[in-house]
């Protein structure tokens, strides 16, 4: 990963544009894929890579908050959930819209991160990862009580959903690039996001809240509004996530699944963007690979991480630090 | 042109009292120095007028508006803005992004998701044009963290500068500041004179009797005399109180 | 409806004194050393894993119990000393990073050598039985003697928070800690011995829990999150708020999990009742947290917001 990261510190700008060249290579390599897995004639990976571009959404909404807003949110997870969930939830009631599901789950998103982001915000550090984690596990709870949708079995689904009345998604391949088209469009966004004037408060406050509120900003609307953008964008990876499992599962919303997410946002370079796109597919790749090597795969993947937290000079943060990319306490 | 009107300020950390009953009247225009011994409260002070810190009693205004329970973003958008003892910036950002953000804080909405801010020439001129006025404008594309001490100074002054003050409450401006570069740095915030109510902090006498009109003096968080500088400096409680310190003399 | 509410109330009040066991160690490692330590679970799986391992040697609950102690003071230190005195200084994202790489190292070393399947520990036989309540009611003498253990283990710490040396740095250390450096304090050799005694009383919690629990890979999961839960709202250092907010934790989770759907009735028809009461039922703790911490962010007892 250390090719889309290791970019000199300078300004913001040039620094950005390298970024983006780094993910139009990545978009490139993706829609490659396909085609490539079906001439080595194991479509099987279509399927996975799906699942990766999926969480590569969300590891790229979470780095919107974590590595631009300094905010350790241990509950992403949560959206995926309700991305997921919106999809069951609605086609139970025969909607299979995917415009449709897409827009029941970010406004359950929404809702639960105004909320919740509203009284985790009142807090910091230590405090805000906890609270964000333990809001993610009542999250997890409710879905497990709901029974109607199967509670802790996950609810199948019976087909994928349409797109505009067209069932595109039927296909693997369809569904890839749809995922991979949603992939782009929310990268464009997050983007676009960081470069504005919106960005830049957001950015400023994670260098220095006590500055931002000395030149008249108060800090807590930012996060707040940033913390709801980074939550519905969640929920797209968890919309295409059901649909690429055609099952939904409160599993999904485990809060190891949090901290998978917070792995592949580190892994591939926290406040980059680009980074956590190759760090959601360096991670499952990694899974992927210790487990067919291993039933035990967890327990490398464990040590690897222990290890790369232990034996990087200061940790992954400090090797980012150096970088001019992000901040650490004191 | 507005003033600044302090009435029975308090402020207490457990038994101690860093701020006591402390009222100050700043004239509109007027650059009025607190000055006192080293733990006077002076940025106790200032944090309390800033909305830094919470007060445990009195009032704050500016102009007619009682801005005693605002906090202190609220404050900034009425017009009373802080510059830190410590330089306080945004160290990955450049010179011109620090003060741009300020110039961002009253020019429309911070509420815009897209549109390049870079590019923002509103933004860009005015935040440069505050550069200007404190002598950093070539030092604008520089990163935050790469500049001097001197050239830090400096920048807290553009950043106060971009947020559009009326009363501007600077907290020691020369702070570790030598030599030539305080005299022109005197010199320049002489230029403000005039143009928006000052609050300053120094520690530096020259500087102090160079800029203001006033003096009040702090000690043990009381203010102990107000005046023009030269009746403060004669004034013999004032002497008592600095007994040992020779700045004064 | 009486003795359910009795029995039930009881049941929350030992899950509580287990819950402050583990969240007594949890609050002092944040609160003195601002460390977050996702693995903290691991240990109360571990103890539970260790006792059922030596209960199971000796033939003996007792000699289990005597032999885990010094088994979880070896874990702790062997824990701190190879990785978590590496985190003190790093960002709470390494910290989350690393520890959370420890609780997957744990949980599937636990598969490795133990098994999946669930292990179960014998009740000693002195303890087994219940005793008559009031009424009809009887209540197993093991739990109550959790309970007993438990509050002796809080009486304890709470003396020696309070009335000790050691508990007086601790105190200094939770509200500055760079007081504690300033006397002259090797703060490292107090940071090994506040997280070895954190770990003890997890693994000590499950310990006391495995003969009424079955012994599995999942059971340190879900107390960390309500050990969080509790750490956060009785206020993060606190041992006085970890106590009341293990209390106030476990007796809602108990309680209302069972009464919530029972009074929910009271207000909505029997079918809507069941529906809300099934989701409320759970989600109760998240609630009492989310309220708590509305109105005040630091929690009840915390001086750091």
């Known amino acids: 990963m250390s090719d889309l990261t290791a970019t000199a510190p300078g300004r913001a700008a040039p620094r950005m544009a390298g970024r983006v060249k780094a993910a139009i290579i990545l978009f490139i390599l993706f829609a490659l894929m396909p085609p490539l897995a079906s001439a080595l004639d194991d479509?099987?990976?279509?399927?996975?890579?799906?699942?990766?571009?999926?969480?590569?959404?969300?590891?790229?909404?979470?780095?919107?908050?974590?590595?631009?807003?300094?905010?350790?949110?241990?509950?992403?997870?949560?959206?995926?959930?309700?991305?997921?969930?919106?999809?069951?939830?609605?086609?139970?009631?025969?909607?299979?819209?995917?415009?449709?599901?897409?827009?029941?789950?970010?406004?359950?998103?929404?809702?639960?991160?105004?909320?919740?982001?509203?009284?985790?915000?009142?807090?910091?550090?230590?405090?805000?990862?906890?609270?964000?984690?333990?809001?993610?596990?009542?999250?997890?709870?409710?879905?497990?009580?709901?029974?109607?949708?199967?509670?802790?079995?996950g609810y199948g689904l019976s087909e994928r959903s349409t797109l505009m009345g067209i069932d595109i998604l039927q296909s693997d391949f369809g569904l890839y690039y749809v995922t991979l088209a949603l992939l782009i469009a929310m990268f464009v966004l997050c983007h676009r996001i960081v470069m504005s004037r919106f960005g830049r408060v957001l950015t400023g406050i994670r260098e220095n809240p006590t500055r931002m509120e000395a030149i008249g900003y108060s800090p807590f609307r930012y996060q707040l509004t940033a913390f709801i953008i980074s939550g519905c964008i969640t929920s797209v990876a968890g919309v295409l996530l059901a649909n690429q499992a055609q099952f939904v599962s409160p599993a999904f919303m485990s809060w190891h699944r949090s901290g998978e997410l917070i792995v592949m946002v580190v892994l591939g370079g926290v406040g980059t963007l680009t980074g956590p796109i190759g760090g959601a597919v360096a991670a499952l790749l990694l899974e992927e690979w210790l487990g067919a090597l291993s039933e035990h795969w967890r327990l490398w993947f464990g040590i690897f991480l222990v290890l790369m937290v232990l034996f990087s000079p200061r940790g992954i943060t400090g090797v980012l630090e150096r970088m001019g990319i992000v901040r650490t306490r004191q | 042109m507005t003033g600044l009107d302090v009435k029975n300020l308090s402020k207490s950390f457990g038994a101690l009292k860093v701020t006591d009953d402390v009222s100050l009247r700043v004239e509109p225009g007027e650059v009025h120095a607190i000055i006192g011994p080293n733990g006077a409260g002076k940025t106790t002070l200032i944090s309390q007028l800033s909305g830094q810190l919470a007060s445990d009693a009195g009032s704050v205004s500016i102009g007619d508006r009682d801005i005693t329970h605002l906090s202190m973003p609220e404050r900034v958008k009425l017009g009373l803005a802080r510059s830190f003892q410590i330089t306080s910036i945004l160290p990955g950002f450049t010179a011109l992004e620090n003060v741009a953000l300020a110039v961002q804080a009253r020019r429309g909405s911070s509420f815009r998701f897209f549109g390049n801010v870079a590019g923002e020439a509103e933004l860009n001129e005015a935040a440069m044009s505050a550069l200007a006025e404190a002598g950093l404008d070539d030092r604008a594309e520089v990163l935050a963290k790469s500049l001097s001490h001197g050239e830090h100074r400096r920048l807290e002054l553009a950043i106060a500068l971009a947020t559009d003050p009326k009363v501007l409450l600077l907290d020691e401006p020369l702070a570790g500041v030598g030599g030539e570069d305080a005299e022109a740095f005197v010199s320049r915030l002489q230029t403000f004179k005039g143009r928006f109510t000052m609050v300053l902090i120094e520690h530096d006498m020259d500087a102090v009797f160079a800029l203001a009109d006033r003096v009040s003096v702090l000690v043990y968080g009381k203010l102990i005399a107000t005046g023009k500088p030269e009746d403060v400096r004669s004034d013999p409680a004032v002497r008592a109180a600095y007994l040992g310190e020779e700045e004064v003399a | 409806m009486m003795n359910l509410f009795v029995l039930q109330l009881l049941n929350g009040v030992?899950?509580?004194?287990?819950?402050?066991?583990?969240?007594?160690?949890?609050?002092?490692?944040?609160?003195?050393?601002?460390?977050?330590?996702?693995?903290?679970?691991?240990?109360?799986?571990?103890?539970?894993?260790?006792?059922?391992?030596?209960?199971?040697?000796?033939?003996?609950?007792?000699?289990?119990?005597?032999?885990?102690?010094?088994?979880?003071?070896?874990?702790?230190?062997?824990?701190?000393?190879?990785?978590?005195?590496?985190?003190?200084?790093?960002?709470?994202?390494?910290?989350?990073?690393?520890?959370?790489?420890?609780?997957?190292?744990?949980?599937?070393?636990?598969?490795?050598?133990?098994?999946t399947s669930p292990l179960s520990v014998p009740m000693p036989e002195i303890l087994s039985g219940a005793v008559p309540l009031m009424g009809p009611l009887k209540y197993p003498v093991y739990r109550i003697a959790v309970i007993v253990a438990g509050l002796a283990v809080a009486v304890g710490l709470f003396v020696l928070v309070n009335y000790t040396r050691v508990g007086m740095l601790l105190r200094a250390g939770a509200t500055n800690r760079s007081t504690v450096s300033a006397l002259g304090v090797d703060i490292n050799r107090l940071f090994s011995v506040v997280f070895t005694l954190g770990a003890v009383l997890a693994c000590l919690a499950g310990a006391l829990v495995a003969p009424i629990l079955s012994v599995d890979t999942g059971m340190g999961e879900s107390v960390l999150i309500l050990t969080f839960v509790v750490v956060v709202i009785g206020g993060i250092g606190s041992i006085k708020g970890a106590f009341l907010g293990a209390l106030l934790v476990a007796i809602v989770d108990t309680v209302g999990g069972v009464f919530g759907p029972i009074w929910l009735r009271q207000i909505l028809d029997p079918a809507a009742a069941g529906q809300v009461g099934r989701v409320l039922g759970p989600m109760l703790v998240y609630i009492l947290m989310a309220v708590i911490l509305f109105a005040k962010p630091a929690g009840l007892f915390g001086r750091r917001a």
């Open chain 1, 43 to 153: 479509p099987f990976y279509v399927l996975i890579g799906t699942r990766i571009l999926a969480y590569a959404i969300a590891a790229l909404a979470l780095d919107l908050i974590l590595g631009y807003g300094a905010m350790v949110s241990f509950g992403h997870a949560a959206y995926l959930g309700f991305g997921s969930y919106a999809v069951a939830i609605l086609s139970s009631y025969g909607i299979n819209d995917l415009g449709l599901q897409l827009l029941f789950g970010i406004t359950l998103s929404a809702v639960f991160a105004l909320i919740t982001g509203a009284i985790s915000l009142r807090t910091q550090g230590v405090y805000f990862i906890m609270i964000t984690l333990a809001f993610g596990q009542m999250a997890f709870f409710f879905f497990i009580s709901l029974s109607a949708y199967g509670g802790d079995d």
């Open chain 3, 14 to 115: 030992q899950l509580g004194v287990l819950l402050f066991l583990i969240a007594a160690g949890l609050t002092l490692v944040f609160g003195i050393m601002d460390v977050i330590n996702l693995a903290h679970g691991v240990l109360y799986m571990v103890g539970a894993y260790l006792i059922a391992t030596f209960a199971a040697a000796t033939g003996n609950f007792w000699w289990g119990l005597l032999l885990m102690l010094p088994a979880a003071v070896l874990v702790g230190m062997v824990l701190e000393f190879v990785v978590m005195r590496r985190l003190y200084a790093r960002s709470h994202l390494d910290q989350v990073l690393a520890t959370f790489g420890l609780v997957m190292i744990a949980s599937e070393a636990v598969k490795m050598i133990w098994g």
